[in-house]
């Protein structure tokens, strides 16, 4: 049977975005190894690339050290959802007016600031925990502040990438930067953990502080040609309001943010509750934490990488129905194993399985949606992906609290299964629509028959 959205040729790539630059030197459509990191042929996409790296690796060290520190002040289920919850409401309740703001004013500049603001609050939480006055109320509200910081950067960091790339890479470049994310979440977990053991979580804040300007010095070097955005009519709560007229009257659109929401909320919590999966059940303390939290990001990598050689987006909508099931499947076992290298088997495959899900449904929604409106449905997909997150990690830190953490992380990994099984049923009937929305984008144009590249940006 003939697949609307995903019967794409080989030769058929996205038609590259804005006019053509001055001077325009042909290139041949890269092969082998080129072709999975070509995204890395434009100089600002290198330079985010780099940046961005170093600093995701400090993010996720202040993230696990920060589940550490809540954990040692604690010992409570409830207090680590508690924190998770704090540091990703924010994101649930204002990434719509990120996303409005991302539309509105240069993205680049809107990702310098948010890089800052998070740069400072890393700054007060190391100061905090190094001269020992920090307590659990200041480490949640200090996580509350970089979640309001976090619902502005995801929209515009995520809406900014096709304006590093073009359209033709935009694919690749989604999936590289996928990659760059679980690289860094093998090494920061497995870094936090040694420090954490050593000489503690503060150093770890520390750490994150300092790696920011290295993604900051990489942004004031790119060269972005100005967009200008057109002129939105209405008020800025109208302007929001479109963004979720156009997801809620899509049905693409609608049925893969439903899945995303779903998966964050059930399943992904498992994460908040891992100190206590290293700890108690386990036994094996700081540097289990940081090594378990390591295998999550090799699979994640792994995944990544996968969907970086590919050009086009064919069985993409299969591919995230089965890729939720998987993640839920992985979750169930790792519920139950007491094995310690079973475990981080199984988690790698679990990483493996949600970066397919996650990247395949970002890639799918960015193809779909028109320019002006990609911030705020961006937006949307960070409410569904890290908003939904924290309601989520508050329900399994009191589940878990009440019947224990395995049984907690089995729930979830259930319901991520049936949520698969049910998009796998309805996607057919939405793959003509959705292949309409790519044509209209222009992602679907035909490029030259001796498949020329476009410039270098």
């Given amino acids: 049977m003939w697949n609307p959205v995903e019967k794409m040729a080989d030769s058929v790539s996205p038609a590259p975005e804005g006019p053509p630059e001055r001077s325009q030197p042909v290139h041949i459509r890269p092969r082998g190894w080129r072709k999975t990191f070509r995204s890395l042929r434009h100089r600002n996409f290198r330079l985010f690339f780099g940046g961005q790296?170093?600093?995701?690796?400090?993010?996720?060290?202040?993230?696990?050290?920060?589940y550490w520190l809540v954990y040692r002040l604690t010992g409570s289920a409830v207090l680590l959802g508690v924190a998770g919850f704090a540091g990703q409401i924010p994101v649930s309740v204002l990434s719509p007016l990120g996303g409005l703001v991302a539309d509105r004013l240069r993205?680049?500049?809107?990702?310098?600031?948010?890089?800052?603001?998070?740069?400072?609050?890393?700054?007060?939480?190391?100061?905090?925990?190094?001269?020992?006055?920090v307590r659990v109320w200041e480490v949640i509200f200090l996580g509350a502040l970089l979640g309001v910081v976090n619902a502005f950067d995801v929209p515009a960091r995520q809406a900014f990438l096709i304006e590093m790339v073009g359209r033709e890479d935009l694919f690749n470049a989604i999936a590289l930067n996928s990659s760059m994310f679980n690289g860094a979440r093998v090494v920061g977990p497995a870094i936090a953990g040694l420090l954490v053991a050593w000489?503690?979580?503060?150093?770890?804040f520390f750490a994150n502080a300092v790696s920011?300007?290295?993604?900051?010095?990489?942004?004031?070097?790119?060269?972005?040609?100005?967009?200008?955005a057109k002129e939105e009519k209405g008020s800025p709560l109208e302007n929001v309001i479109e963004g979720f007229r156009f997801a809620r009257h899509t049905a693409p659109i609608r049925a893969l943010l439903s899945l995303v929401g779903l998966v964050s909320l059930v399943a992904m919590p498992y994460t908040v509750l891992m100190p206590i999966f290293a700890d108690r059940i386990l036994h094996g303390g700081a540097k289990a934490l940081g090594l378990l939290m390591g295998a999550i990001g090799v699979g994640a990598v792994i995944g990544a990488l996968v969907l970086a050689t590919r050009h086009e987006v064919r069985g993409l909508g299969k591919l995230i129905a089965l890729a939720a099931i998987?993640?839920?499947?992985?979750?169930?076992?790792?519920?139950?194993?007491?094995?310690?290298?079973?475990?981080?088997?199984?988690?790698?495959?679990?990483?493996?399985?949600?970066m397919l899900q996650f990247t395949s449904t970002n890639t799918l929604i960015q193809v779909m949606v028109p320019d002006r409106l990609r911030g705020r449905v961006m937006s949307l997909y960070a409410m569904m992906f890290l908003g939904m997150a924290p309601w989520g990690a508050l329900f399994a830190g009191m589940l878990a609290n009440k019947i224990g953490s395995p049984l907690?992380?089995?729930i979830g990994g259930t319901a991520s299964v049936v949520?698969?099984?049910?998009?796998?049923?309805?996607?057919?009937?939405?793959?003509?629509?959705a292949r309409e929305l790519i044509e209209e984008q222009g992602m679907l144009a035909s490029p030259p028959a001796a498949e020329l590249t476009g410039p270098r940006a």
């Avoid at 790296?53 to 920060?66: K, P, R």
């Avoid at 809107?110 to 609050?121: D, E, G, Y």
């Fill in 408 to 410: 907690t992380v089995g």
């Fill in 53 to 66: 790296f170093i600093s995701l690796i400090g993010t996720w060290m202040q993230q696990v050290a920060v």
């Fill in 199 to 204: 000489i503690g979580e503060g150093w770890c």
């Fill in 419 to 433: 949520g698969g099984a049910i998009f796998l049923r309805k996607w057919p009937a939405m793959r003509r629509s």
């Fill in 107 to 133: 993205r680049q500049y809107v990702v310098i600031a948010t890089q800052i603001a998070s740069m400072l609050l890393a700054v007060v939480l190391s100061i905090l925990t190094l001269t020992g006055w």
């Fill in 212 to 228: 920011y300007l290295a993604v900051i010095a990489g942004l004031l070097m790119m060269h972005i040609d100005r967009v200008v």
């Fill in 326 to 354: 998987g993640f839920g499947l992985t979750l169930n076992l790792f519920a139950f194993s007491r094995w310690f290298w079973l475990s981080m088997a199984v988690l790698v495959l679990s990483g493996l399985s949600m």
